[in-house]
């Protein structure tokens, strides 16, 4: 690599949880000692960790208090924050396209901009895919942003606070709740659902009989729940479900989404007020607008160092990136939490490498297991690989503790031991005054 000045400029666009982690590492590394000007280009303020967005949604932890402001992390980790949205790419000038920025009323908040770059990171992660199903923009809720997941919760709340107060007897399906897509996220929403709605209830809606009143439906196209997770996880999970009487619905795809139901390809109805959209992931559409080589799904095609197959001072990372999963032939590493950090990992040391035109070592990706949150019911999922020795299955108390964990390693990568262990103290402490679950 040639023309690399002084001091190189690394621009980040996307502060997803892997790419807010390598820009915190980069400019604790690299910014705050002069030897790199690191950029994060985010459209949004906040950060919030994905994997949660199913109890954002279900109201049993609260956005104000999980989410972390991008321009305070920038002050202490020695990074910058561009607010704005990635809309193009002019590689011949290494320059990134920012669309301008507006408030609610119109009112221009950052204008247009091109901002420069030696290396490019592109952590933009995925979007919800619809297949193109009719209605599911219409009449769905896609959990994929803390928008969308806050939507939702205001949706419920405002469902039950209207059951509650009218004086007609409640509709079937008017507290019905449909989850299309029995992944990780779409399982562990039911059982965080099947507890809040009855929390919720429980603050003096006595005209709502939770068990009479409330049906939760999940609906998966594949044969079983969690078809890219291990059998054994699938039909743990399948079995706590039936307990907390979820309808699982597999072999069941979805032809249209209506105004207050779902319809499947062979023409069963499944009535319900509220529709929630997990099925399937695909990259933002723009990254297939940049000369890049994508997938059909939109996402970046690399090589084994992550850079992409057209440009080696472009990297990806995580659910924007098609990484080739080593020893799985034809298939790619899967969106992970632990994928993204991994990737992560390697860019932090990579890049350096790069700027100093040595040569890259292959990123290979760790599978270390999978955990599925049942909500305060029970965790099941295994850990394998060099992490344990083998593979060991885990369920109960042990596995909500490890699931719990994988958050607390997320923050300290952002914050350090020290000051995650005070903000966990200070949320304990916290929790002992208010509802444990979201009224608003």
């Known amino acids: 690599m040639t023309d690399i000045p ?43 960790w994905k994997p949660h967005l199913h109890e954002l949604a279900a109201g049993t932890v609260d956005l104000d208090i999980h989410e972390l402001d991008y321009l305070a992390q920038s002050h202490w980790h020695g990074f910058r924050y561009r607010y704005g949205e990635m809309i193009g790419l002019d ?20 204008h247009a901009r091109r901002i420069d770059y030696d290396i490019l990171v592109l952590a933009v992660g995925s979007r919800i895919n619809d297949f193109g199903t009719p209605g599911v923009l219409q009449h769905a809720i896609a959990l994929d942003s803390t928008q969308e997941a806050d939507r939702f919760h205001r949706q419920l709340v405002n469902a039950f606070l209207r059951a509650h107060a009218q004086t007609t007897p409640l509709r079937p399906e008017q507290l019905n709740v449909a989850i299309v897509g029995a992944g990780a996220t779409g399982v562990e929403l039911a059982a965080e659902l099947h507890n809040a709605t009855r929390e919720l209830v429980s603050f003096s809606l006595d005209n709502i009989d939770p068990d009479k009143h409330i049906r939760l439906h999940l609906i998966e196209a594949s044969p079983r729940i969690l078809p890219a997770l291990p059998e054994r996880i699938s039909k743990a999970a399948h079995g706590m479900l039936e307990k907390l009487e979820v309808e699982v619905h597999c072999n069941a795809r979805v032809a249209e989404v209506l105004p207050k139901a779902v319809q ?99 990123w290979k990706y760790r599978d270390f297991g ?37 958050y607390k390693m997320h923050q300290i ?28």
């Open 370 to 406: 999978s955990l599925v949150s049942l909500g305060e019911y029970t965790t099941v999922g295994n850990l394998m690989g060099n992490f344990v020795g083998g593979n060991i299955w885990l369920e109960g108390l042990f596995a909500r503790w490890m699931y719990k964990s994988l």
């Open 264 to 362: 499947l390809a062979d023409g069963t109805v499944i009535a319900s007020e509220m529709v929630v959209w997990a099925a399937g992931i695909k990259a933002p559409t723009f990254l297939g607008e940049l000369g890049l080589s994508v997938n059909a799904l939109n996402q970046i095609k690399v090589n084994d160092s992550l850079q992409s197959l057209d440009d080696t001072r472009i990297f990806a990372l995580g659910d924007c990136a098609a990484a080739a999963w080593h020893g799985h032939e034809g298939r790619n590493v899967p969106p992970r939490a632990q994928a993204a950090h991994q990737q992560a990992s390697y860019l932090v040391k990579a890049i350096p490498r790069t700027l100093a035109g040595k040569s890259l070592k292959p």
């Open 91 to 110: 590689r011949e000038a290494r320059q990134v396209l920012v669309g301008p920025v507006f408030d609610e009323h119109g009112e221009e908040i950052v």
């Open 413 to 440: 990568a952002l914050h350090g031991y020290w000051k995650t262990s005070l903000t966990t103290l200070g949320r304990l402490i916290a929790a002992q005054t208010v509802p444990r679950v979201k009224l608003h």
């Open 6 to 48: 002084s001091i190189p400029r690394i621009v980040v666009v996307g502060g997803g949880a892997g790419g807010l982690e390598l820009v915190t590492r980069l400019g604790d590394r690299l910014g705050r000692k002069g030897r790199a000007d690191i950029t994060l280009i985010e459209r949004g303020r906040t950060h919030f």
